[in-house]
């Protein structure tokens, strides 16, 4: 055997060593269970791409746009916990509206209906998010604000005060 094939496979023994010891110490498990949205969000961008490098049609946005949309919403699923979905749930409907809105701003022929269509589906998916976002703690904050606000005018009200 000559030096190169000894160096070749020395290499590749010790790299299927580590790969092993890698493996059985559960590296590749947690990549796995943290990183998975990433098989949403390669062929996103690779669909994108590939319409931008004038390689694909228009049509290719829509479903690029609902991936990468998807992605980052299992990303903070896989960070944030998966209760998180329970507020950020409306955000599914936001991909939708993304793809649709890319297709229709980087069309050449305008489609009757598709910028109104993704208007008002994301529209509704902000209008939902917001709804499920005041329901958690962030109705407090609201509550606090008026309650100042309230107190303010109430003891303000005699006062002449210019702007109000």
Request: proline content about 3%; overall charge positive; hydrophobic content about 55%.
């Amino acid at each position: 055997m000559s030096d190169n094939n000894k160096l070749t496979t020395g290499i590749v023994i010790l790299a299927a060593g580590i790969i092993i010891l890698l493996g059985k110490l559960g590296v590749f498990s947690f990549l796995g269970k943290a990183l998975w949205p990433l098989l949403l969000l390669i062929p996103g961008i690779l669909l994108h791409l590939w319409y931008f490098w004038r390689r694909g049609p228009v049509e290719l946005l829509v479903p690029g746009g609902i991936l990468v949309v998807y992605s980052i919403i299992f990303f903070i699923g896989n960070f944030g916990g998966w209760q998180t979905l329970k507020y950020t749930w409306p955000a599914f409907l936001l991909g939708i509206a993304v793809g649709l809105f890319e297709y229709d701003y980087c069309s050449s022929q305008r489609q009757q209906g598709v910028l109104l269509a993704a208007l008002i589906v994301g529209i509704l998916s902000l209008v939902l998010l917001g709804w499920t976002l005041f329901t958690w703690s962030v109705i407090y904050i609201l509550a606090i604000i008026l309650i100042i606000a309230g107190i303010v005018m109430i003891f303000t009200r005699g006062k002449t005060r210019r702007g109000w």
